[in-house]
Structure formats: C-alpha cells, structure tokens
C-alpha cells in the first residue's frame, strides 16, 4: 500500500474556529477523519499531522524521505518565509516521492504578502482554494501519479 503523510502547519489545529469565513467550519479531527477515509477509497495509507512549530515540519520531510512516503503539505504561514522548510522538501521530489503543495484557501486571491510560496518551487504540485476538498484532490493527485 501506498503511504501518504498528510502535514499541517501553524493555526490549522483551530481548524472550525479560526476564520470560519475564510477556512470553512470543519474541525482539524473532522479534517483528519476525511484525509482517512479518502485514502482508503484511493487505495492510500494516510496519516495526519500538525503542529505549530517549523521544527517539527522540517523532522516530518526528513521522515517522509527516509521511509518512503508521499506528502500533501499544507505548510500555512511556513509557505512564505521558511528556507528550512523549503528545504527540506526539496528532498521529497528528490527521493522520488510526489510532494503535494495544498492550501484551503487561494493564496493568491488574498494579502499580497500571500502569494510568494517558497515551497510551490520544489513540490510536485500545488492545489490551492477549494477548502477541505483540496485535500481529497491532493490524495488524488498523489494516486494518480503512483498508479
């Protein structure tokens, strides 16, 4: 079976009460159970993770590479400003593993200070505006591409 591993970044814990307008209304566990469910109807082993802290993003990449799995990263405020991170990633394409850039809302529709993403420019691909649906289509980009 084909592994994904599923990161959120910073605020995307408050997922549900943060900027309902803006993210939707489904929680981080909702979120969770959703990212499950569609990699068992793709054929996927997805697990979910989050965390506030870059340090923990750049372990997560350094792990994903060292075991094989895929990434549908949705990086938050890391998008635009974190080197370390970008690096990281970059080795995820390099291993030969599909890194997938995602983000609920569209970035570039938003604070222009949003639509610099350091991170677009060593993933495999980008989905961006289509909330929790994002998601699902980043698993399906990911099963597509590992056939």
């Excluded at 997922?15 to 209304?25: F, I, N, Q, V």
């Excluded at 793709?42 to 990449?61: I, N, P, Y």
Aim: overall charge negative; hydrophobic content about 40%.
């Amino acid at each position: 079976m084909t592994h994904v591993l599923v990161v959120n970044g910073p605020n995307l814990g408050r997922l549900g009460t943060r900027e309902p307008e803006k993210y939707g209304s489904t929680t981080h566990d909702e979120l969770a159970a959703l990212v499950m469910r569609w990699g068992v109807d793709m054929g996927l082993e997805a697990a979910l993770r989050q965390s506030d802290s870059e340090t923990d993003l750049v372990h997560w990449m350094h792990e994903a590479v060292d075991t094989g799995k895929h990434v549908v990263l949705n990086p938050a405020a890391f998008t635009h400003y974190s080197y370390a991170l970008r690096d990281a990633c970059a080795l995820i394409p390099a291993a030969g593993l599909t890194l997938v850039e995602v983000h609920l809302t569209n970035p570039q529709s938003r604070e222009s200070f949003r639509s610099a993403s350091v991170i677009s420019g060593v993933a495999t691909g980008t989905i961006a505006g289509f909330g929790v649906d994002s998601y699902r289509l980043a698993l399906q980009a990911v099963a597509e591409r590992v056939g």
